[in-house]
């Protein structure tokens, strides 16, 4: 491989890291907003079920939107690492080593001892905590509507 392909390789190995480092910070980022709303709903229970029934769709519909933004973005992220993944897999294919294909495989085959029997990846786990308050905010309203 010559000297310039190693140096994008490198380059695409720090991209891929930044893009993870991106996605960290945007899910504490949407963690800590829908907390914060979820926290206000909750304090201002008493009020808001004396409320009009769109204060309740209101703050509802803004945590829905949240939630559905929340999950769009991590779509996003995981199509643009699969990408660059690609890319990365592609470009060690001229290296003696393959060192992100050959751990991708072995997280496939093994079982992950002692807690579960084959790894979970992370976009799996972190693409459920969106729909979980997107569901908080519809038990919410229909409380409101039905209450």
């Known amino acids: 491989m010559s000297p310039e392909v190693l140096e994008l390789y490198k380059l695409a ?3 891929a890291d930044r893009v993870s480092a991106r996605r960290g910070t ?3 980022f949407f963690l800590s907003v829908q907390t914060a709303l979820i ?3 909750g304090l201002s229970f008493p009020e808001l079920a004396q409320a009009p029934w769109w204060a309740s769709a209101a703050l509802s519909a803004a945590g829905l939107a949240l939630s559905a933004t929340w999950w ?3 779509r996003s992220y995981r199509d643009l690492n699969s990408a660059k993944f ?3 897999n592609g470009l060690e294919n001229g290296l003696p080593v ?3 294909a050959d751990e991708w495989r072995y997280l496939k085959q093994d079982p992950v001892p002692p807690l579960r029997n084959r790894y979970a990846e992370l976009g799996f786990s972190e693409r459920g905590v969106p729909w979980v308050f997107a569901a908080i905010y519809l038990f919410v309203f229909a409380g409101r509507l039905l209450g």
Do not use: D, K, S, T
């Open 13 to 15: 190995v720090e991209m």
């Open 39 to 41: 926290a206000v709903m």
């Open 26 to 28: 945007a899910n504490a």
């Open 98 to 100: 393959r060192i992100f």
């Open 86 to 88: 690609a890319v990365i």
């Open 72 to 74: 769009l973005q991590l």
